[in-house]
C-alpha cells in the first residue's frame, strides 16, 4: 500500500469544504484561493482546482464575476451562492461530527 496515495485521497475528501470555507468571508480568485490552501498547508495544484471551481459553480454552489486587472488579463473571483452557504453549513456541522468520532477512536488507549 502507498501511504502517499493515501495521504493524497485524505486531503481530496476535504479540498470541496476547504474552498467553501476559505470564500465563506469574501470573494477570492483561484491564486487567493490557492494561497490561503498552500498557507494551510495543504497543497493543491492549479490542475485540480480549476476543474472542482467549475463543478462547484456548475452545481450552484459558487457564483463568480470578472474583475480587470492591472497586472495582466481580467480575473474571475469566485463567492458563495445562498445554496452554498447553506451547503458549507451543513458541512461544517458534519465536519465537527465526523471530527469528534475520528478524535475519539484515534485518541483511544
Not at 50 to 73: A, F, I, M, Q, V
Not at 96 to 101: F, K, P, R, V
Amino acid at each position: 500500500m502507498n501511504i502517499e496515495n493515501t495521504k493524497a485521497q485524505m486531503r481530496k475528501g476535504v479540498l470541496e469544504f476547504c474552498i467553501l470555507s476559505v470564500l465563506k468571508e469574501k470573494e477570492a480568485y483561484t491564486s487567493e484561493i490557492l494561497d490561503t490552501l498552500k498557507n494551510a498547508k495543504l497543497l493543491v495544484v492549479e490542475g485540480t482546482i480549476y476543474p472542482l471551481l467549475t463543478r462547484l459553480k456548475n452545481d450552484g454552489l459558487l457564483n463568480y464575476r470578472w474583475e480587470e486587472s492591472t497586472s495582466g488579463p481580467p480575473r474571475k473571483y469566485y463567492g458563495l451562492t445562498e445554496i452554498g452557504k447553506n451547503f458549507l453549513n451543513e458541512l461544517n456541522g458534519t465536519w465537527t461530527e465526523l471530527s469528534d468520532a475520528v478524535n475519539l477512536i484515534t485518541n483511544q488507549k
